[in-house]
């Protein structure tokens, strides 16, 4: 069975720091595309970062580069998202998910997903 933890979630101060990560089981993680994935109250799923299998292509969505770090380890099966200068609109549910498509058309990112995780509640405010 498929399965994701993410955690690292929590209350931060404007321009704080957090950690997130998400462990994998029940499949092959080293060779799937993993991507972090937010939904923010009232709002549409909205993709954050993503990452190849060896963990040396990343992408980011526009609002977030510069500030957050995708990155993997495969040999703990866990992915990870680093996210400094947070702001309040970082506010939402981060949720790890599992590509089964992606495609990079015109400078746009997308992907299809197949499994994801429950999320990690982030919070940004004063």
């Known amino acids: 069975e498929v399965q994701f933890v993410e955690s690292g979630g929590d209350l931060v101060q404007p321009g704080g720091s957090l950690r997130l990560s998400c462990v994998a089981s029940?499949?092959?993680?080293?060779?799937?595309?993993m991507n972090w994935v937010r939904q923010a109250p009232g709002k549409g799923p909205e993709w954050v970062a993503a990452i190849d299998v060896g963990g040396l292509s990343t992408r980011y969505t526009d609002s977030v580069k510069g500030r957050f770090t995708i990155s993997r380890d495969n040999g703990k099966n866990t992915l990870y998202l680093q996210m400094n200068s947070l702001k309040p609109e970082d506010t939402a549910l981060y949720y790890c998910?599992?590509?089964?498509?992606?495609?990079?058309?015109?400078?746009?990112?997308?992907?299809?997903?197949?499994?994801r995780g429950q999320g990690t509640q982030v919070t940004v405010s004063a």
């Open positions: 029940g499949f092959t993680f080293s060779r799937y595309d």
């Open positions: 998910a599992r590509v089964s498509f992606s495609r990079y058309l015109g400078g746009r990112y997308s992907a299809e997903y197949d499994y």
